[in-house]
T-cell receptor, first 117, second 114 residues
Framework: AQTVTQSQPEMSVQEAETVTLSCTYD???????LFWYKQPPSRQMILVIR??????QNATENRFSVNFQKAAKSFSLKISDSQLGDAAMYFC??????????????FGKGTHLIIQP | EAGVTQSPTHLIKTRGQQATLRCSPI?????VYWYQQALGLGLQFLLW???????NRGNFPPRFSGRQFPNYSSELNVNALELEDSALYLC?????????????FGNGTRLTVT
């Protein structure tokens, strides 16, 4: 079974600064998908960014980018120019290639990101 | 495009009662997933439905059950409620079995068992 580990329960960053959230995973599969979701106090899980394991190029979405290290099974999220609206719980998630895996997504336990004004 | 909708937003029940939670997926999505998010435990997978069939379930007792209707909406039932069932229950939907299709989540139902 796949596991996802987020080793930082909480991170704090000054507004406009850059922060990196860590995520490692364990799998025996070679093809899979990785996601970062954010969950603000409104509770809704919002997709931030996704990465296909077969792509070497790191995904980027505006101020959000990932550092995907397949051999190290590492998938960190970098947030540039942090904004107050980025404050949320961030969850790293893994999904099998065909999506027919056992549980849709395997989530890490989350990192609480605090933005200091 | 309407998102995933869940009802009710909040639900308060007494230990031993039954709770029914509802979810409507995004139009065109056939897969529905249920997750339990208890304080400090992250998201725990409960159930996965696709095309009206239960495809898999997580490590939860049988009193957690559900179904998916022909219009792909879904219902989660929790029988014989226990205090530890108090949690946020999230529903998500996606297109059929391709890993690239991300899960889209609803706002959840907050279940409180007293």
């Amino acid at each position: 079974a796949q596991t996802v580990t987020q080793s930082q329960p909480e991170m704090s960053v000054q507004e406009a600064e850059t922060v990196t959230l860590s995520c490692t995973y364990d799998t025996s599969e070679s093809d899979y998908y990785l996601f970062w979701y954010k969950q603000p106090p409104s509770r809704q899980m919002i997709l931030v960014i996704r990465q296909e394991a077969y792509k070497q190029q790191n995904a980027t979405e505006n101020r959000f980018s990932v550092n995907f290290q397949k051999a190290a099974k590492s998938f960190s999220l970098k947030i540039s120019d942090s904004q107050l609206g980025d404050a949320a719980m961030y969850f790293c998630a893994y999904r099998t290639f065909l999506g027919g895996g056992a549980d849709g997504l395997t989530f890490g336990k989350g990192t609480h990101l605090i933005i200091q004004p | 495009e309407a998102g995933v909708t869940q009802s009710p937003t909040h639900l308060i029940k007494t230990r031993g009662q039954q709770a029914t939670l509802r979810c409507s997926p995004i139009s065109g999505h056939t897969s529905v997933y249920w997750y339990q998010q208890a304080l400090g435990l992250g998201l725990q997978f409960l159930l996965w439905y696709d095309e009206g069939e239960e495809r898999n379930r997580g490590n939860f007792p049988p009193r957690f059950s559900g179904r998916q209707f022909p219009n792909y909406s879904s219902e989660l039932n929790v029988n014989a409620l226990e205090l530890e069932d108090s949690a946020l229950y999230l529903c998500a939907s996606s297109r059929a079995l391709t890993g690239n299709s991300p899960l889209h989540f609803g706002n959840g139902t907050r279940l409180t068992v007293t």
